[in-house]
């Protein structure tokens, strides 16, 4: 089982930028496809990002797309989301996410999960 553990949510002001990390043990995670979904307080959890196993193909909600860049070293067995020009509509629990095939990564199947971090974007 792996397990996700992430880093680097926090407060910032809107326009500002965060680099969330995710960093995975137990098992490495370079046949996995990879992954963050956010949940706002008192919305449902949404997808924000996924990578496949190559770094190659990269996928975005409409919502972050243009400012958001996922990225992953494999090697370090780590994930990463660059957040620039943040808004308070990012105010959120960002999770780290893992799982087998790239069926379905729109949706909340995925197989592993972290914790969260949490990201405040003020105004």
């Known amino acids: 089982q792996v397990r996700l553990a992430e880093s680097g949510g926090g407060l910032v002001q809107a326009g500002g930028s965060l680099r969330l990390s995710c960093q995975a043990s137990?098992?490495?995670?370079?046949?996995?496809?990879m992954g963050w979904f956010r949940q706002a307080p008192g919305k449902e959890r949404e997808f924000v990002a996924a990578?496949?196993?190559?770094?190659?193909?990269?996928y975005y909600s409409e919502s972050v797309k243009g400012r958001f860049t996922i990225s992953r070293d494999n090697d370090r067995s780590r994930v990463y989301l660059q957040m620039d020009n943040l808004g308070p509509e990012d105010t959120a629990v960002y999770y780290c996410?893992?799982?087998?095939?790239?069926?379905?990564?729109?949706?909340?199947?995925?197989?592993?999960w972290g914790q969260g971090t949490r990201v405040t974007v003020w105004s």
């Open positions: 996410t893992g799982k087998v095939g790239l069926e379905a990564l729109r949706t909340t199947t995925w197989d592993y």
């Open positions: 137990r098992q490495p995670i370079h046949t996995l496809v």
């Open positions: 990578i496949d196993w190559s770094g190659m193909q990269k």
